[in-house]
């Protein structure tokens, strides 16, 4: 997903979460909790002004 | 070292939607990250994928950016983070503006809370992603992305 100078090969940019999913992610994904504490950090810390690219030839 | 920085978040318009335009502004480190922009550029330019841009506010040099877009998994609403890139000149580098944070942190908190938002009204279960490397996964996992079992990808839940 992140640029590198050495991206595998397995990754394909646009490529979508696996539908087919073993038991153990199922259930990973099932039981897992939402992560309050990072939910909560971004939330603090995200405070930047968002502006329309137009206004700046973006 | 980098001097202090002031930062803004924007909002590509259309116009700036294509490749040539785009790798002007966008410095990437090799020919790969550039076919990966152009790709991006071309899925945005059509609403398959949103594309944030941290920006220095003084001068809008671009520090980098990051692209979402909507997915499934195990039948839940999702988003996915397609790709994340800092300017090589970037990389590594903490700001004072970003609360002592690499711009790819920030980027990442800045889609955590996005979606947090976003949830209020349209109800997205995960974030996922697929790091293009292994040592990618210690930054995601240290911002709280779990692995998903053998399959590659990370989850991070938002709603139970």
């Known amino acids: 997903m992140t640029a590198s100078a050495s991206a595998t090969k397995k990754f394909i940019l646009g490529a979508k979460p696996p539908k087919k999913l073993s038991l153990e992610a199922k259930q990973q994904l099932e039981t897992s909790r939402p992560n309050t504490k990072a939910i909560e950090r971004a939330a603090r810390i995200v405070k930047l002004k968002v502006v329309d690219g137009s206004t700046y030839g973006f | ?160």
Not at chain 2, 43 to 68: C, M, P, Y
Not at chain 2, 98 to 106: P, Q, R, T, V, W
Request: aromatic share 10%; glycine share 4%; hydrophobic share 45%.
């Open chain 2, 1 to 160: 070292m980098v001097p202090p920085m002031g930062f803004e978040i924007i909002k590509p318009s259309q116009a700036f939607l294509h490749p040539q335009v785009f790798l002007k502004k966008v410095a990437c480190a090799n020919h790969h990250e550039q076919n990966y922009c152009t790709q991006l550029i071309k899925r945005a330019a059509i609403h398959q994928v949103r594309l944030h841009i941290l920006a220095n506010s003084t001068d809008l040099e671009i520090i980098g950016f990051i692209a979402i877009s909507a997915s499934e998994l195990k039948n839940s609403p999702c988003v996915t983070i397609d790709y994340l890139l800092t300017t090589p000149s970037y990389r590594g580098v903490k700001f004072k503006g970003l609360g002592d944070m690499k711009a790819s942190e920030y980027l990442v908190d800045y889609a955590i809370n996005l979606v947090t938002q976003v949830n209020a009204d349209i109800p997205f279960r995960y974030i996922a992603l697929q790091p293009a490397h292994e040592k990618l996964l210690t930054l995601y996992r240290s911002i709280g992305f779990v692995p998903l079992d053998k399959t590659g990808w990370l989850f991070f839940k938002i709603n139970q």
